[in-house]
């Protein structure tokens, strides 16, 4: 054989070599394990060949921020996932159980149990005014890094009204805006941090708040609003803002948000210092309160989320379209840790 023809053998062999131990080895695309992070969407799905994430799971809990190459910090995976779609409990839409309430649609949701306690026109689609702040705050919450600085644009320091007096270009804290947001329900907070969440794409960002939505489970909601100010499209049901409230406090942001009643932070636009208080007057007049949003516009109406411990057991309350949030809420609250005691 010709010296020239054993050296292409030589070459020809090493090279199958190389090929069958990186396949034995996992390395190529040929069996083995496989796990995908799409950062982008907020989910993590990892699979090893034969398993296949359950359809329940929106994203693994993890501890341990992900890195890349260059050692820079990707978004943790969101903690909260989805739960089963909730059962009514039995006689929970009987007209002779219903508390006499003013609003238009409502429910009451023991958490605990995934039940549907009380519940009148819960899935009618509705605006909801100030409580689309609720995703909002939650998708905050899930991005983390609260210390990250917004700038404000012209768009968002406009929106009217309801606002924290946001100075266009100025930069604000994540977490100054989280809080001006959910207490003090400020729209141009709002704004801006859907502005930044969406890389400075209004669509964008509505995008992310309905596929989170999807995520958790929300079947009529449909988001158009970083604010809640757009009562044409920005639409979502009683039972879907019973639902998220359930799931955003797992988060340990949100939570910790929604039941502060007073949050003082540092003001860089003047030097001094900014007190923010829930507007949630629950927090302070009804025993057990942990959380939730008010809302209102003149088409929305009265529009409340609470929810409400006694002892084991947590019940959340959504009023729509009330005249009268204050007075509804503690009746609906009343009336359904009275079904299930």
């Known amino acids: 054989m010709r010296p020239l023809h054993v050296l292409l053998l030589t070459i020809l062999v090493i090279g199958l070599i190389g090929f069958t131990t990186k396949v034995l080895t996992g390395g190529g695309e040929a069996g083995g394990s496989s796990a995908t992070t799409a950062v982008g969407s907020n989910t993590v799905v990892a699979s090893t060949g034969t398993q296949t994430p359950t359809a329940t799971t929106v994203a693994a809990a993890s501890t341990e921020p992900k890195t890349t190459r260059d050692n820079i910090e990707l978004p943790l995976a969101p903690l909260v996932v989805r739960r089963p779609a909730p059962t009514y409990m039995a006689g929970a839409e009987s007209p002779a159980n219903q508390p006499r309430l003013a609003a238009g649609s409502y429910v009451a949701l023991d958490v605990e149990k995934n039940q549907i306690v009380l519940a009148y026109d819960d899935t009618q689609r509705r605006p909801v005014a100030s409580l689309t702040k609720m995703m909002t705050g939650l998708l905050v919450s899930e991005a983390g ?104 406090l ?6 910790r948000a929604v039941r ?82």
């Open 145 to 248: 890094n609260l210390a990250h600085m917004v700038t404000v644009s012209e768009t968002a320091a406009g929106v009217e009204p309801n606002k924290d007096g946001l100075i266009i270009g100025n930069r604000y804290p994540r977490g100054v805006l989280l809080y001006s947001a959910l207490l003090g329900s400020n729209n141009d907070a709002a704004a801006a941090l859907g502005e930044d969440l969406g890389e400075g794409n209004y669509g964008r960002y509505y995008r992310q708040m309905n596929r989170r939505g999807k995520q958790l489970g929300l079947t009529g909601t449909q988001y158009a609003s970083s604010s809640g100010l757009n009562d044409a499209t920005n639409l979502s049901t009683a039972r879907d803002q019973a639902i998220l409230l359930a799931r955003a």
């Open 260 to 341: 502060t009643w007073r949050h003082t932070v540092r003001w860089n636009d003047t030097g001094g210092k900014r007190t923010y208080e829930n507007h949630n007057k629950m927090l302070q007049t009804f025993a057990g309160t942990i959380g939730g949003k008010t809302g209102f516009t003149t088409l929305a109406g009265g529009c409340l989320a609470v929810a409400v411990r006694r002892g084991d057991r947590t019940i959340i309350g959504v009023v729509l379209g009330t005249k009268d949030i204050w007075g509804d809420m503690p009746r609906l609250i009343n009336a359904a840790f009275k079904r299930t005691s």
């Open 250 to 255: 797992e988060n340990p942001t949100f939570a």
